[in-house]
């Protein structure tokens, strides 16, 4: 009898590459990739290739993936750094800096992937490209391709995919060569109850305590703008927006309201997307921020935002305020794990970004969703920053209560992408291998009193560093 009631901490140890030899089997898997975050194929008989990475590219990585592209039929294949582009200087980030993504809203909003820094990089791509006008396949970038493809203008259907593989662990992981159909079949039982729901609840063993209900209309409405593969939005407001819509390419006039929902509760974790953060509570009603409790400096910087931003009305927003709940996605990569090479230095401008891939992890978000001309321009106008911050939650159960029933129906449990035990997906995964290793988590990491041996708020939540650093340095699973 296990003493936790939550899966005990693991992780899946990858060998950093010492030749060429090492990285080809997994770059010949990739370039015959077509779908996915790390595909990079079709490639065309003739094709030339450029890929703009990052200042710490492996060297293995780079030479192996270049082969496997010539081999499939690719002319040349070019590597050239991000700073070539532009004035982009190279930053190493540290996942010690978890406040950073509350200070960027304001201060550097390309760190948190913004609009800004993506239009940057898209610029330099599209006079690079225009200067070199013989490349007909383009990769860069580590998210937003959508909006990279936009900015590039007449050169957008170059673009072929993000370049996730500077970093040697992310290039071998698993995740990036799961079967596309077992994959996509998991988020399609994902999707599926959400038009049915009638009211939605989320918890978590670290606070986290939401609900809110929502119509019919909202439902179907949500659902149709739900699924982006790999990153489902599982919250109508962020759903139904029309930057959502372009992203999921869906037609949606800004005419049309998004859903707002009547979300109450508490949002509570210890990371976002930059890092670590001591724990932090922060209250919601009627979907709106109304309170912050602990966060260290994440948390002073949100009230001092709460503060300065409290008068503002974003168009078509119900109400004033900086801080809307616009955000709960649950990411499906069954294989992602957290990256332990470059945790601590990394030139990923998320460098905790990795582990909210995982699936069934959530990152749950508060801030606004554009929507329509009008909201920008009233950010312009006003001097406001827009987009988003967030808190992971590592062991969430997501359930909705379906329509006319008192059944709550759970999506995910304690982490657990439940539509894994759907007897229609492990007959599938059949097909590609041994189903109890295809539907499991090769990484689980540790919260201790929830998952393995301690106090959560005595040994972890004050200061999650370092008690990371510490099982690190026990050579333990984080």
């Known amino acids: 009898m296990t003493p936790y009631n939550y899966p005990s901490p693991r992780t899946t140890e990858y060998k950093k590459p010492t030749s060429i030899e090492d990285c080809l089997p997994q770059a010949r898997l990739l370039a015959k990739k077509t779908v996915g975050?790390?595909?990079?194929?079709?490639?065309k008989k003739g094709d030339k290739i450029l890929i703009v990475t990052l200042a710490d590219q492996d060297e293995y990585v780079k030479e192996a993936v270049t082969q496997a592209l010539i081999e499939e039929g690719a002319e040349k294949v070019d590597f050239i750094f991000e700073n070539e582009l532009g004035e982009i200087e190279p930053r190493k980030f540290n996942v010690e800096e978890g406040w950073k993504e509350a200070d960027s809203m304001e201060n550097a909003p390309w760190d948190l992937s913004g609009a800004e820094f993506y239009s940057d990089i898209a610029k330099g791509l599209y006079?690079?490209?225009?200067?070199?006008?013989?490349?007909?396949?383009?990769?860069?970038?580590?998210?937003?391709r959508s909006m990279v493809?936009?900015?590039?203008?007449?050169?957008?259907?170059?673009?072929?995919?993000?370049?996730?593989?500077?970093?040697?662990?992310?290039?071998l992981s698993d995740a990036n060569v799961y079967p596309d159909e077992l994959w996509t079949e998991i988020e399609r039982k994902i999707i599926e109850p959400i038009g049915n729901a009638s009211s939605v609840r989320i918890t978590d063993p670290e606070g986290t305590y939401l609900e809110y209900d929502v119509t019919a209309e909202q439902a179907k409405r949500w659902q149709m703008t739900a699924w982006l593969a790999g990153h489902l939005f599982l919250d109508?407001?962020?759903?139904?927006t029309q930057e959502i819509a372009r992203t999921v390419k869906i037609n949606l006039s800004p005419k049309v309201s998004p859903v707002f929902h009547n979300l109450k509760g508490v949002l509570a974790g210890t990371s976002n997307h930059m890092g670590y953060i001591p724990r932090i509570k922060l209250y919601?009603?009627?979907?709106?921020?109304?309170?912050?409790?602990?966060?260290?400096?994440?948390?002073?910087?949100?009230?001092?935002?709460m503060d300065k931003y409290k008068n503002v009305q974003w168009p078509g927003y119900p109400d004033k305020g900086f801080f809307w709940f616009c955000d709960a996605v649950v990411c499906t990569l069954v294989k992602a794990f957290r990256r332990k090479s470059d945790l601590f230095k990394s030139y990923w401008r998320l460098a905790n970004v990795t582990e909210r891939s995982r699936a069934g992890i959530f990152h749950l978000g508060f801030g606004s969703r554009q929507h329509g001309e009008e909201y920008l321009n009233y950010a312009k106008s006003n001097n406001l920053p827009t987009g988003h911050i967030h808190?992971?939650?590592?062991?969430?159960?997501?359930?909705?209560?379906?329509?006319g029933t008192d059944y709550w129906y759970k999506i995910v449990d304690k982490g657990w992408v439940t539509a894994?035990?759907?007897?229609?997906?492990?007959?599938?995964?059949?097909?590609?291998?041994?189903?109890?290793?295809?539907?499991?988590?090769?990484w689980v990491p540790p919260l201790p009193g929830i998952n393995c041996a301690g106090d959560y708020l005595k040994d972890y939540a004050p200061d999650p560093i370092a008690?990371?650093?510490?099982?690190?340095?026990?050579?333990?699973p984080i």
């Not at 493809?149 to 290039?171: P, S």
């Not at 309170?291 to 001092?304: A, H, M, S, W």
């Open 37 to 43: 975050r790390g595909a990079l194929g079709p490639i």
């Open 127 to 144: 006079n690079y490209v225009a200067k070199h006008a013989e490349y007909t396949g383009v990769f860069g970038g580590i998210a937003r």
């Open 149 to 171: 493809r936009l900015y590039m203008g007449e050169n957008g259907h170059k673009f072929r995919n993000n370049w996730i593989f500077n970093n040697w662990e992310e290039f």
């Open 236 to 240: 109508p407001l962020q759903a139904t």
């Open 284 to 305: 919601f009603d009627k979907s709106r921020l109304v309170e912050v409790d602990g966060g260290g400096k994440y948390g002073d910087l949100i009230r001092e935002m």
């Open 391 to 403: 808190v992971h939650n590592y062991f969430a159960t997501y359930e909705i209560k379906i329509r």
């Open 420 to 442: 894994m035990d759907d007897p229609e997906i492990r007959a599938l995964a059949v097909k590609y291998g041994e189903p109890e290793d295809l539907l499991s988590y090769d």
């Open 467 to 476: 008690y990371l650093k510490k099982r690190m340095s026990e050579n333990q």
